[in-house]
């Protein structure tokens, strides 16, 4: 195991590169609560939609379930891939959040700065350097399948 000097810029290199990267690729649009216009097709459509029908649905038991999405039976927040860990918290303080309100952006983004915060820390299992670290959390965070899994 590599022996490394653990400095506030090993903590605070990762979230930056990440949070730089989400910036460059998807810009700060994607942020913006009210902004719904980049979920247009494919599965981030699908996940949106999930998230608007089970926002305006009444709550129910099991939780997550979503009567009104589906034929007859309904679904459930967990089929529609709509990040159930967001969606419950954000459905219950739905009545103080604006009308469209999406928060995909968070979630990408949050990819982003856990992908570099990840890969930094892996890098550094095999080198002591801050700088080879960094890079390797760039190239990770500029990864193909990450970009695709966008929904760009």
């Not at 939609?49 to 009567?67: H, K, Y």
């Not at 990840?118 to 890079?135: I, Q, T």
Request: proline letters at 9%; aromatic letters at 18%; glycine letters at 10%.
């Amino acid at each position: 195991m590599i022996k490394r000097e653990v400095n506030l810029y090993s903590y605070l290199l990762p979230p930056l590169i990440g949070a730089a990267a989400f910036f460059l690729i998807a810009g700060p649009h994607f942020l913006n609560p009210r902004n719904i216009a980049w979920l247009v097709g494919g599965d981030s459509l699908q996940h949106y939609l999930g998230w608007a029908f089970f926002r305006n649905a009444p709550l129910e038991w099991p939780l997550g379930l979503s009567p009104k999405y589906g034929m007859e039976l309904g679904g459930s927040i967990v089929y529609t891939d709509s990040i159930p860990l967001l969606a419950i918290p954000f459905k219950s303080i739905s009545f103080l959040l604006p009308e469209p309100f999406q928060y995909f952006g968070l979630w990408v983004m949050g990819c982003f700065v856990l992908q570099a915060w990840f890969a930094y820390r892996l890098v550094g299992l095999v080198s002591a350097n801050s700088l080879v670290c960094a890079l390797g959390a760039f190239f990770f965070v500029f990864s193909p399948p990450l970009i695709f899994r966008m929904g760009l």
